[in-house]
């Protein structure tokens, strides 16, 4: 059985290559294209985790992590979050202050991010 990963970003080239990359290696991808959608998502399978960008309309990566920390079904589940604006964040403040399993600046190799995800997820790399 593969694990369920909701990758969510607003720019569909992010996560048709992110998708792409996961599902090679094994996983099972839901795309959305806000917080919103990627919410729905996991409220209605959950997935072993989710990568998500910053900065979406409707409602962004930070919006959708308080949700899912509000929420005792989410508050564990592991999130990448993805962002172009590292420079403005301090990375392990955001870490903290959201859950976040892990922060990837773009642009980004779908290779390293591959190996963070199975990374969190204690899976063995198999770089595809």
């Known amino acids: 059985m593969s694990h369920r990963i909701v990758v969510c970003d607003d720019e569909v080239h992010v996560t048709r ?3 792409l990359k ?5 996983f099972a991808v839901e795309a959305a294209q806000d917080g919103a959608g990627a919410l729905e998502a996991v409220r209605r399978a959950m997935p072993a985790l989710v990568i998500t960008d910053c900065q979406m ?3 962004g990566g930070i919006e959708l992590c308080r949700q899912l920390r509000s929420d005792p079904a989410t508050r564990d589940l592991p999130v990448i979050m993805l962002t172009a ?11 903290r202050e959201l859950g976040l399993s892990e922060v990837v600046l773009k642009p ?14 204690g899976l063995t790399s198999q770089a595809v």
Do not use: C, N, W
């Not at 996961?22 to 094994?26: I, V």
């Not at 190799?109 to 990374?119: C, D, F, K, M, Y």
């Open 17 to 19: 290559s992110v998708a």
């Open 22 to 26: 996961l599902t090679k290696a094994g």
């Open 57 to 59: 309309p409707r409602m």
């Open 85 to 95: 604006k590292g420079y403005e964040f301090d990375h392990d403040e955001m870490k």
């Open 108 to 121: 980004f190799s779908p290779r390293e991010l591959l190996q963070t995800v199975e990374g969190i997820l």
